[in-house]
């Protein structure tokens, strides 16, 4: 069985002492046995987070880092950093990263592989665009943007590897997936990664659903059998992100 994976994607919001707070009156909320929870919280709050979830089974993450050790990269983050910080996961490839900030197919695949040589655990995304979706592009799409990373990755790193489906057009729009929906890309991710590699790999990956996952849809979302899990983004900056974690 794949432990499920809920992990909260603050993005930019919160300053220390909010996120301070915010955690210390919701952890025990929060706590969970049945999944891995993970707050990936912005790198200026990361300590003060880490520090406030210690005696909780509540893990931190970042949201990015660089494929480089170190170097004239202004305002950039390693993964070596991270990795110093005992932080075990950070998020790779988000589609605000991709569109803002210009990050290509193959720069995500270096990513995951750094993170993964500096004991990270990547929750790589992927999505297709509206405008992919109504020309019937998703999977196209997704056949892209996940080659792009198993190319870098054998098979014992794929199987760490954490696969975030991102569609763009229900990210912060209101607008989400159907249970339907999310399930058939997701379960067409297994099957690329059962069709690069094997099956035992396939299995092992936990594939997350994200796109305005909210205390409503959460159970019919993680009740598919394909999706082990969500990265929430608005919905996890509210105390009533327990009632994502506690979904059963």
């Given at each position: 069985m794949r432990k499920k994976v809920i992990a909260g994607n603050w993005k930019m919001n919160k300053t220390p002492a909010d996120a301070k707070t915010f955690v210390s009156e919701n952890k025990a909320a929060f706590d969970s046995n049945n999944a891995e929870v993970v707050?990936?919280?912005?790198?200026?709050?990361?300590?003060?987070v880490q520090n406030e979830l210690k005696g909780t089974n509540i893990k931190v993450g970042a949201q990015n880092m660089h494929y480089m050790k170190e170097g004239a990269y202004t305002a950039e983050i390693?993964?070596?950093?991270?990795?110093s910080m005992d932080v075990p996961y950070v998020i790779i490839g988000h589609s605000e990263r991709r569109e803002y900030y210009a990050e290509s197919n193959a720069a995500v695949g270096k990513k995951t592989k750094k993170a993964l040589s500096c004991n990270l655990i990547p929750i790589?995304?992927?999505?297709?665009?509206?405008?992919?979706?109504?020309?019937?592009?998703?999977?196209?799409?997704l056949r892209t943007q996940l080659t792009a990373?198993?190319?870098?990755?054998?098979?014992?790193?794929?199987?760490k590897v954490v696969i975030a489906y991102e569609p763009v057009w229900a990210i912060g729009t209101?607008?989400?997936?159907?249970?339907?929906?999310?399930?058939?890309?997701?379960?067409?991710?297994?099957?690329?990664?059962?069709?690069?590699?094997n099956h035992e790999t396939a299995e092992k990956v936990r594939i997350l659903y994200g796109g305005s996952v909210t205390p409503a849809n959460a159970a019919k979302l993680f009740a598919m059998p394909n999706i082990d899990g969500g990265l929430v983004g608005g919905a996890s900056l509210v105390p009533s992100f327990a009632q994502v974690i506690h979904h059963e």
């Open positions: 707050l990936c919280v912005p790198y200026v709050s990361l300590h003060a390693s993964g070596e950093m991270l990795s790589t995304c992927i999505g297709e665009l509206l405008e992919e979706r109504e020309q019937d592009l998703t999977f196209d799409v990373v198993m190319d870098y990755l054998n098979e014992d790193e794929m199987a209101g607008k989400t997936a159907t249970e339907e929906q999310a399930e058939e890309a997701c379960a067409f991710i297994r099957k690329l990664i059962r069709s690069y590699f």
